[in-house]
């Protein structure tokens, strides 16, 4: 395939909004592309990554917290209960 087909391509599956069918198009044949679409390819992937490891932390915050703010109602209601 040349250059402009590929993306002709690549732009008719993005138009189905099978973003993981595009992906894997990318992917297959990531090495046929110029190498400024590599690029942004990587670079949307690690942007991706990033944000999806930012996500986790960001839920793994809130249950450390969700879990503090338990102990602290549980010690309240002891100490309640002891007066």
Do not use: C, H, W
């Amino acid at each position: 395939m040349t250059t402009q087909e590929l993306l002709i391509e690549a732009e008719r599956i993005a138009e189905t909004g099978d973003m993981k069918v595009l992906e894997r198009f990318m992917l297959d044949r990531f090495e046929e592309l110029p190498e400024d679409v590599q690029g942004q390819l990587l670079l949307n992937m690690y942007a991706e990554a990033i944000e999806g490891e930012a996500g986790k932390v960001a839920v793994s915050q809130l249950q450390i917290e969700g879990m503090d703010a338990l102990k602290q109602i549980g010690q309240a209601e002891q100490e309640l209960k002891a007066v």
